[in-house]
């Protein structure tokens, strides 16, 4: 064996996420920006590859939970960093709402989320359409900004080593500056993570970055495997937020990799300092009920059924809505026939909602696809974009009739809609940003807006709320 010394130094990067993933894996994304500041100075100093601070669900919720301006929180950031990069998580031409925008407005999204700060954008779809991507990796790179495309992870047929080496290809091709395997459900096992690396490392010469969930309790395992294969940068959240829902914990992979040639040269004292300083915040969080016990265990589930535990989550919920607890089992049963029927979609946003709300509809109706939403209609009508496998065609005949399915990327149908936008938010507008707050949720940014000139009149008694530490949550 060869003696450490002599072995290449590849030092492993670490992006930390406790400013965006972690909070929203574990307390719905309610860490306010107040919380955030007093520690960034210290954080600035760590020598992250990047700090994830923006985008997922951290837009929404602080237009709509923390009545906090998203573009301010990222500008306050910014400049609290003034060494290390910033890093937000955008899905494709969905930027970061739920249905597929116009070129101009995901252009112009990406266009200002580099000029208030971000560095490195994280760009995925959930159907790993890649087409899905190109307008965003194109106003990137056009930027000068880091393009990271990001492959959500899932298990199926399609789903070989060939299927990912091919993909990591192609994302090269496609200008990207390194990919990502995202595996937001914790499916990746240790061993697995040693051949996935290996078949995209075959396939691509960019850095590879490996973001996982520590929810099915082998996250920290396969991050090792992964690096020994040749991973280059690791997601991981600060101790008091890491674990379960969340990223395995920074120090603990630290620790690992000190000595070897992958030792990631950050310094214990200070991570030692950022949890500290996150403790009482945590506690906070547990009793008020936000941070739930529940979230921090091991998740045996997600392995044994493939699907993320938010996934699961929702059909406890939607199930006991109907009154129909007791056919939790024929419902999990039923996701993975809809997800073959549906071409073998990963899981993640708004694929997983899709699929576990049809697998509800068609045990609780007591027929197959009887009753089908607008949403799962339009995924079979193409309108999310290419599928890995074809759709079953006797469901999608029974689920669509004889509308035609669309073949071509589904934003060459969209009109340019940025001037539409404009006009309508014209009476609120107080910075060129707002028009894409507005947007992506108009009926949330509307109600915003008028919080927000209240506030500036001083007529809204929501203030003394806030400033008392009250946050609606
Ligand atoms: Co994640």
């Known amino acids: 064996m060869a003696n450490e010394n002599t072995q290449v130094k590849r030092p492993v990067k670490i992006t930390e996420t406790i400013l965006r993933d972690a909070h929203q894996s574990l307390i719905a994304t309610r860490m306010p920006t107040e919380e955030m500041l007093p520690i960034i100075d210290t954080m600035d100093k760590v020598g992250y590859h990047a700090v994830e601070c923006w985008g997922g669900a951290t837009f929404d919720a602080s237009l709509r939970f923390l009545k906090e301006d998203p573009w301010e929180r ?3 950031l910014r400049d609290g960093f003034k060494n290390t990069k910033l890093q937000m998580l955008f899905r494709g031409q969905n930027i970061l709402g739920y249905s597929h925008y ?5 252009e112009y999204f990406v266009q200002k989320s580099l000029a208030n700060g971000i560095d490195i954008i994280r760009i995925f779809d959930c159907l790993n359409d890649l087409r899905n991507l190109e307008t965003a990796v194109k106003a990137a790179n056009k930027e000068k900004g880091h393009a990271q495309i990001a492959l959500s992870y899932t298990l199926g047929d ?4 060939d299927y990912w080496k091919d993909t990591a290809k192609r994302i090269e091709e496609m200008g990207a500056s390194s990919l990502c395997i995202k595996d937001m459900a914790g499916l990746l096992t240790p061993y697995k ?3 996935l690396v290996s078949a995209l490392k075959e396939g691509t010469d960019l850095p590879i970055d490996l973001h996982t969930h520590y929810t099915s309790g082998v996250g920290a395992m396969t991050y090792l495997k992964a690096v020994e294969a040749g991973c280059d940068i690791i997601d991981t959240a600060i101790s008091p937020f890491s674990m379960g829902t969340s990223q395995p914990a920074t120090e603990v992979l630290v620790e690992t990799f000190k000595g070897t040639p992958y030792d990631t040269g950050l310094d214990q004292k200070l991570l030692k300092e950022i949890a500290d300083y996150f403790k009482p915040y945590r506690e906070e969080c547990l009793a008020s009920g936000l941070l739930n016990p529940k979230v921090m265990g091991v998740n045996i589930n997600t ?3 493939q699907v993320p535990g938010g996934m699961l989550s929702n059909l406890v919920s939607q199930l006991s809505e109907m009154g129909a607890e007791d056919k939790f089992d024929e419902v999990l049963e039923e996701v993975p026939r809809v997800r073959k029927d549906f071409g073998e979609p990963p899981l993640v946003t708004p694929s997983s909602q899709i699929v576990g709300t049809q697998a509800v509809l068609n045990v ?7 009753m089908v939403n607008q949403q799962a209609k339009d995924l079979l009508s193409g309108k999310y974009g290419q599928t890995v496998k074809p759709f079953d065609k006797e469901v999608q005949k029974k689920c669509i009739g004889d509308t ?3 073949t071509c990327r589904p934003a060459d149908l969209i009109e340019p809609s940025l001037p539409k936008f404009e006009k309508e938010v014209a009476q609120y507008k107080q910075q060129d940003e707002d028009v894409l707050t507005y947007a992506l949720f108009p009926q949330v940014a509307k109600e915003f807006f008028e919080y927000r000139k209240a506030q500036q009149t001083g007529v809204d008694n929501t203030v003394a709320d806030k400033e008392n530490g009250a946050y609606p949550v």
């Open 74 to 76: 990222l500008r306050k």
């Open 102 to 106: 116009s070129d101009d407005v995901v």
């Open 158 to 161: 399609a789903y070989t080593l």
């Open 193 to 195: 993570a040693t051949e």
């Open 303 to 305: 392995l044994l059924y």
């Open 364 to 370: 609780v109706m007591g027929e197959r696809y009887k």
């Open 404 to 406: 035609k399915a669309i």
